[in-house]
């Protein structure tokens, strides 16, 4: 991989995330929005499904040697080393109940080692994005340019903000008790979820974000943000992984405090 490859993919996967986060606006917040059932019981919109299908095609005309994993369509398998793997929307249960902290998500694999990451929170007009060795980048409403996104300082779980998505994820995946303790020891929890929790820790506006239940299309953008922003992103052991059906962002500070909650030792 050399640099022109990643600059041209980084430009184009921020180009892309934004304008399909345009079009899921188009959806956001009408009453005669129709929600679906899939069969794991989950919600799909028009606009989720509308939103992918933009990504693919401008993927697809830009670089058609790329492989694609979306989340609502198969596969298109690729001939290249880069695989994009992209989430239209991220949070589509906030987004039916017109909860603004939903994102459009692309994340571009290199051999299967994250490269890329854009998350664009469309309502909020605010977006971040990471290419490797290229730091994280943080572009907010009203912005003339984007600033560099950094994670917090906090060096202590007393002082620390952690977010999470659900409750009943926890108890789903049998591992109340971590939520439990982390809540009897950091300062402010809130459910600011899915991918907006990842973003305010790359932000420095909280310190820990955990999921015990996780897709790939859900984290693939967020490793290399959140490691171009100086924090951590793993499962629930400390690997640095995206493919573990799991995830803890933290601001490195607190890594090994909120692992040994974790890993129950």
């Not at 499904?49 to 993927?59: G, K």
């Not at 890329?116 to 912005?143: D, K, M």
Request: glycine share 10%; net charge negative.
């Amino acid at each position: 991989m050399n640099d022109a490859d990643l600059k041209a993919r980084l430009e184009l996967a921020v180009d892309a995330a934004r304008r399909a986060g345009e079009l899921t606006l188009q959806y956001f917040n009408r009453p005669d929005l129709l929600v679906e059932r899939k069969r794991d019981g989950t919600p799909v919109t028009v606009a989720d499904r509308q939103a992918e299908e933009y990504l693919r095609n401008r993927i697809a005309a830009a670089f058609p040697d790329d492989a694609v994993l979306g989340e609502e369509m198969p596969e298109r398998p690729g001939t290249s080393p880069f695989r994009w793997i992209v989430d239209p929307i991220d949070g589509t249960k906030s987004f039916v109940h017109g909860v603004p902290l939903y994102g459009t998500l692309v994340g571009v694999e290199y051999d299967k080692q994250s490269v890329i990451g854009v998350v664009v929170l469309p309502a909020l007009e605010e977006y971040v994005y990471a290419a490797r060795g290229q730091g994280a980048w943080w572009h907010l409403r009203g912005a003339d340019k984007p600033r560099q996104a950094r994670v917090s300082q906090v060096d202590r779980l007393e002082e620390a903000t952690f977010c999470i998505t659900s409750v009943g994820e926890f108890v789903r995946a049998g591992r109340l008790s971590v939520y439990d303790e982390l809540l009897g020891k950091c300062r402010l929890v809130r459910g600011w979820g899915d991918c907006f929790g990842y973003m305010l820790v790359a932000t420095g506006r909280a310190e820990i974000m955990i999921e015990p239940e996780l897709s790939l299309w859900d984290v693939a953008a967020l490793l290399p943000i959140l490691e171009e922003a100086g924090g951590t992103f793993t499962d629930w052991e400390g690997n640095p992984t995206i493919y573990s059906g799991e995830g803890v962002a933290t601001n490195g500070r607190l890594r090994e405090k909120v692992l040994a909650i974790t890993r129950g030792k």
